[in-house]
């Protein structure tokens, strides 16, 4: 087994935590981890109070690790690399929302799990790319302002057309990088493939898909599928997850360019370190995340939401 493997298990049990990872993480990261799943299964995780472990290693992007640190304000929270950010939950500002909260009394504010504590502080309630769909369609407001994926709201208002969905600009530059022409052509290299999509993709692709639905969903539908070969049109690090769970079948990626940089971010080897450097204030400050009480108490009632009403 590798020797940087055997360290990091060898510290998590020294240092009881727990270690969560996300699907689009790195295979050996993926390895190491207690539990790997997409944002609202790890959300769940976070906030299991039957977990015995004080501390949680998140090996994700800054706003997960954030989520996180709300749901469990009893426990420490770590991150392999703080620099690990999400371009896309950079994309909404506080100030903007609320000045478009202003213009459409009445309205209410869903906001995509994948945004600042900040942004989630200033909405009604956070939705997954697993319940969004399910969510707007139990409010009571017709209104809705969808921040900050446009392409999750864009979907979202497909399905849900006695709404009214105004959509933020934003947009992941990961899946924006799948091109509808890429999947085109991934298809007709394996025509018995069925086409498994994520809602942050664009328009042209969601449009050849044979399933749209968040990483976990996915997950659960190429395992009980009868189809032994799957193009997946997602991050490529869920590809990992599907080929362990499922050996038996086949899975393509629609392009090499479908990874997420901050993702890439959590190596083994800071893995390693967050767990050798946790106690170390000097070393280990910067990896600790926590999240100020005036924007926690709203963010965590917005999380909250989502939860009972998912
Ligand atoms: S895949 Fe996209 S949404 Fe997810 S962390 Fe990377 S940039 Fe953000």
Not at 103 to 113: D, L, N, Q, R, S
Not at 185 to 192: G, L, N, T
Not at 238 to 254: E, I, Q, S
Request: aromatic share 6%; net charge neutral; hydrophobic share 45%.
């Amino acid at each position: 087994m590798d020797e940087l493997f055997v360290r990091v298990k060898k510290l998590q049990q020294e240092k009881n935590a727990l270690i969560l990872a996300h699907v689009y993480t790195p295979p050996e990261v993926q390895d190491a981890a207690d539990y790997v799943g997409d944002s609202l299964g790890l959300s769940r995780r976070s906030a299991d109070a039957s977990v015995p472990q004080d501390r949680i290693i998140f090996c994700g992007v800054y706003f997960m690790a954030e989520t996180a640190a709300l749901l469990a304000p009893q426990k420490k929270v770590y991150i392999p690399d703080p620099k690990a950010g999400c371009p896309m939950a950079d994309m909404a500002e506080v100030a903007e929302v609320l000045r478009l909260k202003a213009a459409h009394p009445g309205a209410a504010v869903v906001t995509y799990v994948n945004s600042t504590a900040a942004v989630k502080a200033v909405s009604d309630i956070c939705v997954t790319s697993a319940n969004a769909v399910c969510i707007v369609r139990k409010l009571p407001q017709r209104r809705i302002i969808f921040i900050p994926d446009r392409s999750l709201g864009a979907y979202v208002a497909a399905q849900v057309p006695d709404k009214e969905i105004i959509l933020w600009p934003g947009f992941c530059p990961t899946h924006h990088r799948i091109l509808g022409e890429f999947l085109t052509r991934v298809k007709a290299a394996h025509p018995q493939a069925l086409i498994l999509a994520h809602p942050e993709n664009n328009k042209n692709v969601l449009e050849q898909a044979d399933f749209i639905g968040s990483t976990g969903q996915m997950q659960e539908y190429a395992s009980a599928s009868a189809a032994r070969e799957f193009i997946i049109a997602s991050e490529n690090g869920l590809l990992h997850r599907l080929r362990t769970d499922n050996p038996d079948k086949k899975f393509y990626p629609v392009t090499p360019l479908a990874v997420c940089p901050n993702m890439q971010k959590n190596t083994l080897e800071k893995l390693g370190n967050v767990l050798e450097n946790m106690e170390r204030p000097a070393d280990g400050a910067g990896l600790s995340v926590t999240v100020d009480e005036k924007i926690a108490v709203p963010a965590r009632r917005a999380i909250q939401r989502m939860l009972e009403l998912s």
